[in-house]
C-alpha cells in the first residue's frame, strides 16, 4: 500500500506566506515525478507545480515567480512554499505522485487526500 498524506494548509490574509508538505509512505520502490494540483469551488483540478526526481520543475503561469516547488528525496517528501498570496490561490491543494511500488514494474500516480489553503482578501 501506497500513501500520500499533506500538510500546512489554513487561512492566511491576501499577500501572505503558506507552506505545504506532502508525505509519500509505503511499500515505495522509487518515485518519479512528484507534484501539486489545485481545485476551487466549482472548478476542474488544474496542475500547479512539478519537480522530477533529478530536481527539474516546472510550474503554472499564474503562480510563477510566488511559488517555489522542493523536494527531499531521501524523505519521500515535497513542499510547496506559497507566497505573495492571492485570494484566487484559494483551493483544495493536492499532492501527485508517480510511484513504483516494490514488487512492481510500472509506476503508477498516486494522489493525496488534499488540503484547503484558504486566501482572504
Known amino acids: 500500500q501506497v500513501q500520500l498524506v499533506e500538510s500546512g494548509g489554513g487561512l492566511v490574509q491576501s499577500g501572505g506566506s503558506l507552506r505545504l508538505g506532502c508525505a509519500a509512505s509505503?511499500?515505495?520502490?522509487?518515485?518519479?515525478?512528484m507534484g501539486w494540483y489545485r481545485q476551487a469551488p466549482g472548478k476542474q483540478r488544474e496542475f500547479v507545480a512539478r519537480i522530477t526526481n533529478g530536481g527539474s520543475t516546472n510550474y503554472a503561469d499564474s503562480v510563477k515567480g510566488r511559488f517555489i516547488i522542493s523536494r527531499d528525496s531521501a524523505k519521500n517528501r515535497i513542499y510547496l512554499q506559497m507566497n505573495s498570496l492571492k485570494p484566487e490561490d484559494t483551493a483544495v491543494y493536492y499532492c501527485?505522485?508517480?510511484?513504483?511500488?516494490?514488487?512492481?514494474?510500472?509506476?503508477?500516480?498516486?494522489w493525496g487526500q488534499g488540503t484547503q489553503v484558504t486566501v482572504s482578501s
Open positions: 501527485n505522485a508517480d510511484i513504483r511500488r516494490i514488487g512492481s514494474a510500472v509506476p503508477v500516480g498516486y
Open positions: 509505503g511499500f515505495i520502490s522509487s518515485i518519479n515525478d
